[in-house]
C-alpha cells in the first residue's frame, strides 16, 4: 500500500519558533516512508526554522511542503544543495477579489484597535500585527517577527503566550471574530482558527491544512497519516480532522490522524513506527 505521513511543523517537528533539531532531522531521514509537511508559516520564517537545518544536519532525500495552510506547495529538495520549488500557489486576494479582500484588511485593523481586542500593558507588541501570506492571512494582536524571533520577539511572544493562558483571550476572541466577519462579508467561505500560540489564522475553506491531505490522496496516495499538535477545535490543524469527518462519517477512511503534546511526543512516536509499532 501507497503510505505517507503529513507532519505539522511548529511544536511537531521543532519547539514552537525554534530550529529543527539534529535528532528529529534524523528520525526524517529514517522514516523509510513518503512525507509531506504543513505549515501555517511561510516560506521566509520556515528556512531558518526548519529547511535550512534539514538540510544542515545531513537530510537528504525529496518531499513537498504546504506552506500557509496549503496556499503554496513547494517542492524541496535536500542534495548537496538545498532547493526549493513552487509547485502551485493560490491567493486570497484573487479568491475575495480586490474589494474584498480591501473589506477584510479593514476590518482586521479595525479589530485590533477596538476595546474588546485590547492587550494590557504587560504584554510588548513586537513586528506585524497582520500578515499577507498571499493565500491567508494571520492577524497577530501582540504582533509577529518575520524570520528568526529577535530578543523583543521572544519577550513579547512568551508574555503574549502567558496571557492567552491565563485569561484565554484567543477563544474567547474567535467568536468576535466570526462573527464580524460574516457581517462585513456575508456568504464568505473563510475559516478561522486559531494560529500557532500567538495569532489567528484565516485562510479559505479548503485551502487549509486538510490541502495537503487530500492532494496526497488525490495524486494516488492509498494511506495517509497526519501529526499535529492542535487538532483541538479551533486548532490550526483541526481542518484535518473536519475534512477527515465530513468525507468518511463512518470512519475508517484513509487518514489516520494522531494528536501529539509537542516535539518529544513525536520523536517517541516516530521511534514506536521504527521499531515497527504504532506508537499512538
Ligand atoms: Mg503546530
Not at 3 to 22: Q, S
Not at 118 to 140: E, K, M, Q, T, Y
Not at 162 to 178: E, I, K, M, N, S
Request: net charge negative.
Amino acid at each position: 500500500m501507497n503510505r505517507a505521513v503529513v507532519f505539522d511543523i511548529d511544536n511537531t517537528l521543532t519547539k514552537a519558533r525554534e530550529a529543527l533539531e539534529l535528532p528529529m532531522a534524523r528520525r526524517l531521514g529514517a522514516l523509510g516512508r513518503p512525507f509531506a509537511l504543513a505549515a501555517g508559516s511561510d516560506r521566509e520564517l520556515l528556512m531558518s526554522q526548519f529547511f535550512e537545518p534539514l538540510h544542515a544536519h545531513g537530510f537528504r532525500g525529496q518531499f513537498d511542503a504546504f506552506l500557509c495552510n496549503g496556499a503554496l506547495r513547494y517542492r524541496c529538495r535536500c542534495g548537496d544543495q538545498l532547493e526549493l520549488s513552487l509547485v502551485d500557489e493560490f491567493s486570497m486576494k484573487n479568491h475575495l477579489g480586490e474589494s474584498g479582500f480591501h473589506t477584510l484588511l479593514g476590518l482586521l485593523e479595525r479589530l485590533l484597535g477596538d476595546e474588546r481586542f485590547a492587550l494590557p500593558s504587560s504584554v510588548s507588541i513586537a513586528g506585524d500585527r497582520i500578515v499577507d501570506r498571499r493565500g491567508a492571512l494571520n492577524l497577530a494582536p501582540s504582533g509577529r517577527e518575520r524570520g528568526a524571533l529577535s530578543a523583543a520577539g521572544r519577550k513579547s511572544r512568551d508574555e503574549f503566550v502567558a496571557f492567552d493562558a491565563q485569561t484565554g483571550y484567543r477563544a474567547r476572541l474567535l467568536p468576535v471574530l466570526r462573527q464580524e466577519l460574516d457581517r462585513a462579508l456575508p456568504g464568505n467561505d473563510l475559516q478561522l482558527s486559531l494560529g500557532g500560540q500567538t495569532s489567528f489564522d484565516l485562510v479559505v475553506r479548503g485551502r487549509d491544512k486538510s490541502f495537503a491531505v487530500r492532494t496526497l490522496l488525490d495524486e494516488g496516495m492509498q494511506h495517509v497519516t497526519y501529526v499535529g499538535d492542535a487538532l483541538f477545535p479551533g486548532g490550526n490543524d483541526a481542518a484535518v480532522l473536519d475534512y477527515v469527518s465530513a468525507s468518511w462519517p463512518a470512519g475508517k477512511g484513509p487518514v489516520d490522524v494522531i494528536q501529539v503534546r509537542d516535539v518529544d511526543h513525536t520523536a517517541e512516536l516516530l521511534d514506536a513506527w521504527s521499531r515497527g509499532g504504532t506508537g499512538r
